[in-house]
């Protein structure tokens, strides 16, 4: 375990909490105006984590294959726990746009270990990190309006719907990215499926 590997952690242990304070505020005693800065505090801890974590593994030599897949598998569950939590009330989003986020994140992360597994690498994509930094200022933009949201400048419908518009881009942006992504390591995964058939073969 290094620095960097526990700063990975941290987008893990936040992912939890910042869904308990957002469904159950009432109960923690966070009053609603005061909710909004707790979760984006929460939410700049995870991406600062984010930042640094991949910088401080290279500027120090500690990029290690845990990492290389653990980094990956932080970003998408602090991110999508958070669009899930965005699922309740006031936001409302609608549990498909999520799944898409779930689904595109699902069918890379399983790809990339299991090539990893093999001793090759899938190549990142710049599409990639576009995605995370689309999900991100979108997370971003609904935290922020639940600001006049909170002192009644906003409606829950005003919410609800720029909210919607925002998610579905970045869903639709996550979608594309997903494709791009299998398309551009087209060799790479045929072959990953040619040595898993010819395993099956010498198996059988």
């Known amino acids: 375990m290094s620095v960097p590997n526990y700063l990975t952690f941290i987008r893990i242990f936040i992912s939890p909490i910042f869904m308990l ?54 970003d998408s569950i602090y991110r999508i726990s958070v669009f899930l939590t965005f699922t309740s009330p006031p936001v409302e989003l609608p549990l498909l746009l999520v799944f898409i986020f779930i689904y595109r994140d699902s069918m890379i992360s399983a790809l990339r270990t299991i090539c990893a597994l093999r001793g090759f690498a899938l190549a990142a994509r710049s599409s990639g990190k576009i995605k995370a930094i689309i999900q991100a200022a ?31 881009i970045a869903a639709g942006y996550a979608l594309f990215s997903g494709i791009e992504y299998i398309y551009a390591n087209r060799d790479e995964i045929k072959r990953l499926l040619t040595e898993r058939a010819k395993g099956s073969l010498t198996d059988v």
């Open 138 to 168: 979108t997370a971003f933009i609904i935290l922020i309006l639940h600001i006049p949201y909170s002192t009644g400048l906003m409606s829950q419908a005003s919410l609800h719907r720029v909210a919607l518009i925002a998610t579905s």
């Open 21 to 74: 304070i957002y469904l159950e505020h009432e109960m923690l005693g966070i009053s609603m105006t005061a909710l909004p800065y707790v979760l984006l505090f929460l939410f700049g801890l995870s991406e600062i984590s984010d930042t640094f974590d991949g910088f401080l593994a290279r500027k120090y030599n500690q990029v290690t294959d845990f990492g290389k897949i653990l980094d990956p598998m932080a």
